[in-house]
């Protein structure tokens, strides 16, 4: 990807609060081309394909599941995806340590 082209960024995430803040926050780069948000997962392979996704920042827990299989097959079909796991979990049950 050259340096001057801007990113399209898929972001997943069922919070629509955080989803709306870290979208705020990648426009403040002028990098970014477009930010596509999903709250579920079902859309997201769709989405990733016809936006032409560069970037895809998801929770890796969601209500309906996890991002792991999606991630898995994303993984397949185009290995040079850029993937980064958010969450805004914050209690002793998922970090224990």
Known sequence: MNMKEKRNILLIHDSEKFACQIRLM???NNQTGSVEVATTL???PDLISKKNAHL??????????????????????????????????????????
Do not use: C, Q, W
């Open 42 to 44: 079902s859309p997201a």
């Open 56 to 97: 895809i920042i998801s929770d890796v827990k969601l209500t309906e599941g996890n991002t792991l299989e999606l991630i898995k097959r994303t993984k397949k079909s185009n290995p040079s995806m850029r993937i980064i796991i958010l969450t805004n979990r914050a209690n002793e049950y998922d970090h224990p340590y």
């Open 26 to 28: 990648l426009f403040t």
